[in-house]
């Protein structure tokens, strides 16, 4: 079991530092990102009921990370690649900003245009 929640993480890692060579320009990296929101691994491919809390200071600290247009629209394209990786549960997901009592303003979705973020 251990081996294969390390095993999703370095998955999960790689998905996001090809992402980073995309080209996007800003201050917020993808391995500030992925660091950031490891912890929700657990709860968003179901095997957690419910998000951590390491999960949910990550998204906190992701948040106030990510205060500019570059910055936030980088770290959705990110997430949106490292999610392209994973079979995950895109409600649970969603859910995560509100059950860790963040407004992030934007809908966490698969369909999200990154570049429409400001």
Known sequence: MRTSTIWKVLVFALAVQA????????????????????PCLS????SAASPPAACCNGVKT?????????????ACKCIKSA?????????????IPALCGVNIGIPISPSTSC???H
């Open 43 to 46: 709860y968003v491919t179901g």
């Open 115 to 117: 570049d429409t973020i």
């Open 83 to 95: 999610a392209a990786s994973y079979h995950y549960n895109s409600a649970k997901a969603d859910k």
């Open 62 to 74: 992701l948040n106030a990370a990510a205060q500019t247009t570059p910055d936030r629209q980088a």
């Open 19 to 38: 992402a980073a060579m995309d080209g996007a320009e800003a201050a917020i990296s993808c391995s500030t990102v992925i660091a950031d929101l490891v």
